[in-house]
């Protein structure tokens, strides 16, 4: 048996003995390992509001809108930091829900004065059709902080068409 070997087998005692088997994933039909993955990222998140939003978005997109949205839902109904608003409201823009997206931007901004963010949703408002409330927001952003490159690249990606994005 060679050391690699030997290790994945001390690793999964290891977890077992932790009471945390691992994952098993490989060979498996996609929708059977993405449900694999999904229930062992689930555990593991925990009470992170980030990685629960992450395991929802990737439920949500998946095609299991009712468990993302539920997960989305109880990060939003327990203490959620401005943070939270924000990337709730990026996934609902990124796929094409501005109504859901809109007023999570929205107390994001009243939540926090954040260059970048209020970029972000300049974009997410111009190209949904609000060119006025977008570019207000631009202003604001570089009233906030004018040297903020996120903030400048969201804004650009805008009037280029372009979704904004965290390259």
Do not use: C
Request: no cysteine; charged share 25%; net charge neutral.
């Amino acid at each position: 048996m060679g050391p690699r070997t030997m290790t994945g087998l001390l690793m999964t005692a290891f977890l077992y003995a932790q009471g945390t088997p691992p994952v098993q994933f490989k060979g498996k039909p996609p929708a059977e390992a993405a449900t694999a993955l999904l229930e062992r990222g689930e555990q593991m998140a925990g009470k992170g509001s980030w990685e629960r939003i992450a395991i929802a978005a990737v439920h949500y997109e998946g095609g299991d809108k009712a468990k993302g949205e539920a997960m989305l839902n109880a990060v939003l109904n327990g203490k959620p930091e401005w943070s939270d608003y924000e990337r709730i409201g990026r996934l609902y823009a990124d796929l094409g829900e501005w109504d859901k997206a809109r007023p999570l931007f929205d107390k994001a901004m009243a939540l926090k004065r954040k260059a970048a963010l209020y970029a972000e949703a300049g974009a997410w408002y111009y190209l949904n059709g609000d060119k006025a409330k977008g570019e207000a927001l631009f202003e604001q952003a570089l009233a906030i902080e004018a040297d903020d490159p996120w903030a400048h690249a969201m804004a650009a990606a805008a009037y280029l068409g372009k979704k904004p994005r965290y390259w």
